[in-house]
């Protein structure tokens, strides 16, 4: 018999079934996101700067940065902005991010200014978010759920949490064995993914020591031996040295061609 207090104690620890979408968005805010500045780090213009004989002017991109969650009002005022005001208010919890911007004219380089690029949803909960760090009664006086556990956004006012999905790799092969009529069948997959399009192919040894090939567009089973042929091989020692060097396996590769 499962204890439940034992099960609703561990869901409202500090160490919560939230605590993998904590981690990796805070991954996310604290690593990935500099990288992808990094990896860009230089915008080109088709501005050309003047007196300059025409030189290119370039943006060099420097620190991001991601403020705290806050709310501009009508007036034009700021202020910190928390989940259950969101909530309230139908408005999204997000912060500015800010970007470090240097402009570069015919390789003169200005000084450095510092931009709003834009607005980033914060996870409740994360070292971004407004209640990080406070105890329980500081969440209580700004009207929080001490034990609300995080690991979802805020979108205008609606709470939304990322679904983790399970999937396969692309273009990785993965070989694994199934039983069928009392005989062990050895599979290769490969998700074959290219410019969007995403094909399962399956190579099957059957027990006959044949190997077959499986495409979704195609009905029924194709030989191996065929489909290399159709590719182009059409010498038996090409087709045997594509597939492996190895003695025991030239030796049903043999078989396959004799069929």
């Known amino acids: 018999?499962?204890?439940?207090?034992?099960?609703?104690?561990?869901?409202?620890?500090?160490?919560?079934?939230?605590?993998?979408?904590?981690?990796?968005?805070?991954?996310?805010?604290l690593n990935n996101l500099q990288k992808v500045v990094d990896e860009q780090r230089v915008i080109e213009t088709d501005i050309e700067s003047?007196?300059?004989?025409?030189?290119?002017?370039?943006?060099?991109?420097?620190d991001?940065?991601?403020?705290?969650?806050?709310?501009?009002e009508a007036d034009g005022s700021q202020s910190e902005l928390y989940p259950g005001e969101a909530r309230l208010?139908?408005?999204?919890?997000a912060a500015p991010i800010q970007l470090d911007l240097t402009l570069v004219q015919g390789g003169v380089r200005h000084e450095p200014v510092t931009a709003t690029i834009g607005q980033l949803p914060i996870?409740?909960?994360?070292?971004a978010c407004n209640l990080y760090g406070m105890t329980d009664e500081e969440r209580i006086a700004h009207g929080e759920d001490p034990l609300d556990p995080g690991g979802y956004f805020i979108v205008n006012g609606t709470e939304r949490v990322l679904m983790t999905l399970e999937d396969l790799a692309s273009n990785k092969i993965m070989t694994e064995y199934t039983e069928r009529y009392n005989e062990r069948i050895y599979v290769a997959k490969v998700f074959s993914q290219f410019r969007g399009y995403r094909a399962l192919v399956v190579v099957e040894r059957n027990r006959k020591?044949?190997?077959e090939v499986t495409f979704p567009s195609v009905a029924g089973h194709l030989?191996?031996?065929?489909?290399?042929?159709?590719?182009?091989?059409?010498?038996?020692?090409?087709?045997?040295?594509?597939?492996?060097?190895?003695?025991e396996i030239l030796t049903f590769m043999m078989q396959n061609l004799e069929e």
């Not at 003047?50 to 420097?62: D, F, I, M």
């Not at 996870?123 to 070292?127: A, N, T």
């Not at 030989?223 to 003695?247: C, K, N, W, Y």
């Open 223 to 247: 030989r191996f031996v065929d489909m290399m042929r159709a590719l182009g091989m059409t010498s038996d020692a090409d087709i045997v040295r594509a597939v492996s060097t190895d003695e």
């Open 64 to 72: 991001l940065k991601i403020l705290k969650p806050l709310v501009r």
């Open 1 to 29: 018999m499962i204890d439940l207090r034992i099960l609703s104690q561990a869901y409202f620890s500090r160490e919560h079934v939230a605590r993998h979408q904590l981690d990796s968005y805070n991954h996310f805010l």
């Open 50 to 62: 003047r007196g300059k004989g025409n030189e290119p002017v370039s943006v060099e991109l420097g």
């Open 89 to 93: 208010r139908n408005i999204t919890y």
């Open 123 to 127: 996870m409740v909960g994360s070292v």
């Open 209 to 211: 020591n044949l190997l």
